[in-house]
């Protein structure tokens, strides 16, 4: 059964400009989701001031440590300062290019807690561990060393983003995202008592949007190349 209410973030990652916060400006969908978007740093005043109020602002880092001598880091608190909600954590590109680990993205959710910011914390699995048959395996782990460890009382959002899936067009058939979503949510359980929502990211569009927010236990999407147009990013906004 299809639940309405979802969550659509988008990750524009190292991409996006003053000119394209201009036309989010008008963004105007028909649906009530909860709509995050993640600018880069730079844009976050911007996103700010000419986003609509309903759009929540999101980063999509912070540093584990809270001030000091880190150059080149931003901490929770400064995003908070910024009217920032939301911080992806952990997204698949930080664990393999800046080397995150499971502790480092436990730490940094910490963090975001504490500033009273929501992480959105990414797991997912390679293409040689879903070919392995390890997905789930890979998913447990990922879980047990980052999420597992938040206290059960606060509030986050799990994301499940296939590696595999991110930017190619690729996307794992209603089975799979069934089978994963499933097993996160039952994973979960065993710590939380509230309903954590999971989002599916990888390869989300206009097109599959609708087929893949109705499978069950899918919370929403986390959508990074297809959020970077308003036309694409509306119709996903209204799935
Ligand atoms: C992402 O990087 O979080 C993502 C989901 O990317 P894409 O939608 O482009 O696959």
Redesign the pocket.
Same mark, same amino acid.
């Not at 986390?222 to 297809?226: D, I, K, R, T, W």
């Given at each position: 059964m299809k639940n309405n209410h979802k969550i659509i973030a988008a990750?524009w990652?190292m991409n996006g400009s003053e000119e394209l916060i201009k036309e989010f400006s008008k963004f105007a969908p028909e649906k009530h989701n909860d709509i995050i978007i993640c600018p880069p740093f730079t844009l976050l005043d911007s996103a700010k001031t000419l986003l609509p109020s309903f759009i929540k602002i999101g980063a999509q880092n912070c540093s584990e440590k809270n001030n000091g001598p880190f150059t080149g880091e931003i901490s929770a608190s400064m995003l908070q300062e910024k009217s920032v909600t939301h911080v992806l954590i952990g997204?698949s590109e930080r664990r393999t290019l800046f080397n995150e680990t499971d502790d480092v993205i436990y730490k940094k959710a910490e963090a975001a807690i504490c500033s009273k910011l929501t992480p959105i914390i990414c797991i997912g699995e390679t293409l040689l561990e879903k070919k392995a048959n390890k997905t789930l395996q890979v998913l447990d782990y990922q879980i047990d060393g980052s999420v597992a460890k938040i206290n059960p009382h606060e509030k986050f959002i799990v994301a499940y983003?296939p590696i595999w899936?991110? !930017?190619t067009g690729l996307i794992p058939n209603e089975n799979e995202i069934k089978e994963t979503h499933l097993h996160i949510k039952t994973k979960l359980s065993q710590n939380f008592n509230t309903d954590i929502p999971i989002l599916y990211? !990888?390869? %989300?569009n206009a097109e599959n949007c609708s087929q893949i927010t109705s499978i069950k236990n899918v919370g929403g999407l986390?959508?990074?190349? %297809?959020s970077l147009n308003q036309h694409d990013f509306l119709a996903i906004c209204n799935c």
């Open positions: 990750n990652k997204h983003e899936a991110i !930017g990211g !990888g390869s %989300a986390l959508v990074g190349g %297809a």
